[in-house]
Every structure is written in structure tokens, then in C-alpha cells.
């Protein structure tokens, strides 16, 4: 899995003049909680980048003083005026021990409902999950090729082995809609078909007329 590494410093200053002061230098402060006892550290903004402007799920080796850090991004805080990024909040990998992310989904292979001119809705990009750290991935793939036209797929139907999802199950991921296009079509055909069906029917009515007639 894909890994961003982190420099960092050790804060020993906190309050609102330290925190202003760390922002003045463009650095952020942030906090690893999780482990055996919280860390509070700052690092450059810049440094976050890659790990906070990315739909991407990724871990951070965060290296401060000598010690190393593995983690993933857990929250993130941005200044309402100006959007910057003011605090970033990180969840240590420990052991066997569970915790709770969001992974991102990866739609493989085309609808069979696509194939027949509908069109493909994507509801979810991502599914909140829990499990140990051995088994976390960059994504969680799903096949799409059986869906067909005016279906959908749900949480339900996802297979992620090792992973609970926490997402409630009824949850629609996907469906392939019929387009404008194809309803369009499909409007054209329906009174050809029913003209067709009226007849022999029709027919039906003369031939019964005929044979009353000579009677």
C-alpha cells in the first residue's frame, strides 16, 4: 500500500500565540492518538499535501525526534475563511487492534445494462469499514459487468474478506438507468407492437362477421 512519509517536530509550546506562531511559519499542528500515548507535533503544510487533497487511502509513516509513527489520516480541520489546513488528527496502527476508516471503491468492468444503451449511476465512492491493519487496502473492488438495466447494487452485495462493513446493507452503490434516448425508443416500438397485436384481431371480427352473414 501506498505510504507517505511524514517529518515532523515535537510541539512543547501549545495555546493560541504557539498555534498562531506555527501557522505564521506555514507549519500545521496535528496529534497521533491511538497507541500507547498521543503525540503532538507540527510539520509543514506542505508535507500533508499528498495525504489530505487525494479521494486516495493511504498510510503516513510520521518520523518525529527519532521515533516513527505508522498511521492513518483520521480528521482534518480547514479555516472557514481561507480553507487552509489548521489541524490534522492521526490514528496509529497498533497490532492486531481494530479500528475504522473509510476505503475508497474501485468499479471494474462494464454493465450489461450499459451495453444496452442505459446509463451507469455511481451512489457511493467509498465504504466506512472496521478491521486490523493487516488488512487494509488502497480500495475495495466490485465487478460491475452483471448489473443489468433499471438494477442496482448494494452494500449488501459487496465482498470485502476480512472487513465489516458499517454501512447499512440496503444502501444502493450503483444502478444503470435507462436514458432519455432509450425511453424514447422504447415509446416509438409500443404502438407499432400494439397496431400489430390489433390485427388479427380485427380479422378475426371479419371472418366471424362473414360466417354470421351467410348463415
Given at each position: 500500500?501506498?505510504?507517505?512519509?511524514?517529518?515532523?517536530?515535537?510541539?512543547?509550546?501549545?495555546?493560541?500565540?504557539a498555534?498562531?506562531?506555527?501557522?505564521?511559519?506555514?507549519?500545521?499542528?496535528?496529534?497521533?492518538?491511538?497507541?500507547?500515548?498521543e503525540?503532538?507535533?507540527?510539520?509543514?503544510?506542505?508535507?500533508?499535501?499528498?495525504?489530505?487533497?487525494?479521494?486516495?487511502?493511504?498510510?503516513?509513516?510520521?518520523?518525529?525526534?527519532?521515533?516513527?509513527?505508522?498511521?492513518?489520516?483520521?480528521?482534518?480541520?480547514?479555516?472557514?475563511?481561507?480553507?487552509?489546513?489548521?489541524?490534522?488528527?492521526?490514528?496509529?496502527?497498533?497490532?492486531?487492534?481494530?479500528?475504522?476508516?473509510?476505503?475508497?471503491?474501485?468499479?471494474?468492468?462494464?454493465?450489461?445494462?450499459?451495453?444496452?444503451?442505459?446509463?451507469?449511476?455511481?451512489?457511493?465512492?467509498?465504504?466506512k469499514?472496521?478491521?486490523?491493519?493487516e488488512?487494509?487496502?488502497?480500495?475495495?473492488?466490485?465487478?460491475?459487468?452483471?448489473?443489468?438495466?433499471?438494477?442496482?447494487?448494494?452494500?449488501?452485495?459487496?465482498?470485502?474478506?476480512?472487513m465489516?462493513?458499517?454501512?447499512?446493507?440496503?444502501?444502493?452503490?450503483?444502478?444503470?438507468?435507462?436514458?432519455?434516448?432509450?425511453?424514447?425508443?422504447?415509446?416509438?416500438?409500443?404502438?407499432?407492437?400494439?397496431?400489430?397485436?390489433?390485427?388479427?384481431?380485427?380479422?378475426?371480427?371479419?371472418?366471424?362477421?362473414?360466417?354470421?352473414?351467410?348463415?
Amino acid at each position: 500500500m501506498k505510504t507517505i512519509t511524514i517529518e515532523g517536530q515535537i510541539r512543547t509550546e501549545f495555546g493560541k500565540a504557539a498555534t498562531r506562531q506555527l501557522r505564521s511559519d506555514e507549519k500545521v499542528p496535528a496529534v497521533i492518538y491511538g497507541g500507547a500515548k498521543e503525540i503532538n507535533f507540527s510539520a509543514p503544510a506542505s508535507a500533508f499535501k499528498n495525504l489530505v487533497y487525494t479521494p486516495d487511502f493511504m498510510l503516513a509513516e510520521v518520523n518525529v525526534d527519532g521515533s516513527s509513527y505508522k498511521c492513518v489520516l483520521k480528521d482534518v480541520q480547514f479555516e472557514k475563511v481561507s480553507d487552509r489546513l489548521i489541524h490534522v488528527d492521526f490514528l496509529e496502527l497498533v497490532g492486531d487492534k481494530k479500528l475504522t476508516v473509510n476505503i475508497p471503491l474501485k468499479f471494474t468492468g462494464v454493465p450489461a445494462g450499459v451495453k444496452e444503451g442505459g446509463k451507469l449511476a455511481i451512489k457511493m465512492k467509498s465504504l466506512k469499514i472496521k478491521t486490523t491493519p493487516e488488512f487494509l487496502s488502497e480500495n475495495i473492488e466490485m465487478d460491475l459487468s452483471a448489473l443489468n438495466l433499471n438494477e442496482n447494487v448494494r452494500v449488501q452485495d459487496v465482498k470485502a474478506p476480512n472487513m465489516e462493513i458499517l454501512n447499512s446493507p440496503r444502501i444502493p452503490i450503483a444502478s444503470v438507468t435507462m436514458t432519455r434516448q432509450l425511453k424514447q425508443e422504447e415509446a416509438k416500438a409500443a404502438p407499432s407492437t400494439g397496431a400489430a397485436k390489433a390485427a388479427p384481431a380485427a380479422d378475426a371480427k371479419a371472418a366471424d362477421a362473414k360466417t354470421a352473414a351467410k348463415k
